[in-house]
């Protein structure tokens, strides 16, 4: 018999939110791959199916009890590094990156997969205790480490984008459980006296992307194409929008990775400001459901597993609303549930799926 507790501590919120974000995202989607003959059906029912796939492990992840993974969380940490090892040697290469691991049909992108490695592996480690004051630096070695691990094999892909967010994402964890304020300022300086040696082991065209973002015009048929199409697109939508399919910029082929990473141009280019508003509003109610189950959760491993997966929603919508209105450079991260993107929109489902599960066993009492 199902506890009516269970039912009682759904939170309704959560759910509406990412079932009208993911409507949002389908319809957008469709508007996007509209072409003057029609739809590229292919890539759209592909979505179609990858929702419908991320949405069972969402009602999986709801009915077992989650304290399974915090057991588990060391060998789901490892499976994922061999994955990222196994997408280097055998991995399929698109757009200059290699990415992508194919079993059968069936194609994955691992990197989005060790977005929740890394967080169970973090929670089981931050919810041992976190000493007074603070964690110093001898108790950062350990995150420290795993997350280098991480960044150190997507960076291989290339994939700066997602390298950067699991750094966000670690960061964000490792704040809620409380830095000391003497590692705080030790390691925000050496990160910024790094940002030059990084930026100089860059690759051409990624130096170019954080220079245009400061000036697009300096190659506007090139690295800023995207940035200046992007905010024509962003810009022409006004208050209402120009209504679904109408989207010019979108449609007449100028907004490069309409339906990927620039799917919010074409978003505010035919519903407008208040279409725009609209979406940032769910999100926004997304992650304060997720912040508000981490308050509210039994215990520390559900807590730092609910901010983790607040964290790794929060930053892919800043960086991806950022990059399109050229306020940030072009990384690569697709907006969570509107993108077109499989890996992206199960893997972010599945950690949703276990926020809610977080949420709904806050009153039950957890064995060890």
């Not at 082929?253 to 725009?276: M, N, Q, R």
């Not at 209105?325 to 697709?334: A, K, S, T, Y």
């Amino acid at each position: 018999m199902i506890d009516r507790r269970l039912i009682q501590n759904f939170d309704w919120v959560l759910l509406f939110c990412v079932l009208l974000l993911t409507a949002s995202g389908l319809l957008n989607l469709y508007s996007g791959l509209s072409t003057v003959g029609g739809v590229k059906k292919a890539m759209f029912y592909s979505q179609v199916h990858s929702l419908m796939f991320g949405y069972l492990l969402l009602f999986v992840a709801i009915l077992f009890d989650y304290s399974h993974l915090e057991r588990g969380s060391a060998l789901i940490f490892g499976l994922c590094l061999v994955l990222l090892v196994a997408v280097l040697i055998f991995g399929r290469s698109a757009g200059g990156s290699r990415r992508w691991l194919a079993l059968g049909k069936l194609v994955f992108q691992p990197s989005e997969i060790m977005k929740l490695g890394l967080i169970f592996f973090l929670a089981k480690y931050l919810a041992q205790g976190v000493p007074k004051g603070g964690l110093r630096l001898r108790e950062l070695a350990v995150p420290a480490a795993l997350a280098v691990a991480a960044m150190a094999l997507v960076v291989r892909q290339p994939d700066l984008g997602t390298t950067f967010l699991f750094l966000l994402i670690a960061g964000s964890m490792l704040i809620f459980a409380g830095v000391h304020t003497q590692a705080l300022i030790l390691l925000s300086g050496l990160g910024l006296s790094f940002m030059p040696i990084v930026f100089f082991f860059l690759k051409d065209y990624q130096k170019e992307r954080i220079l245009t973002l400061f000036d697009p015009g300096r190659d506007p048929l090139g690295a800023g194409y995207h940035l200046i199409q992007s905010k024509i697109a962003v810009g022409s939508g006004g208050f209402w929008g120009k209504g679904f399919l109408k989207g010019t910029q979108s449609h007449l082929k100028f907004l490069p990775e309409h339906h990927t990473d620039f799917i919010f141009s074409l978003l505010a280019e035919e519903w407008g400001f208040v279409g725009g508003v609209v979406v940032l509003a769910l999100f926004y109610l997304l992650i304060i459901s997720c912040l508000n189950i981490a308050r509210r959760a039994r215990d520390p491993f559900g807590s730092f597993v609910a901010v983790g997966v607040a964290a790794m929603v929060f930053w892919q919508v800043f960086i991806n609303i950022g990059m399109v209105l050229g306020l940030l450079p072009v990384v690569g991260i697709p907006l969570p549930l509107i993108s077109f993107g499989g890996s992206s929109a199960t893997v972010t489902l599945l950690g949703l799926g276990l926020v809610l599960n977080i949420g709904m066993r806050k009153f039950i009492f957890c064995r060890k």
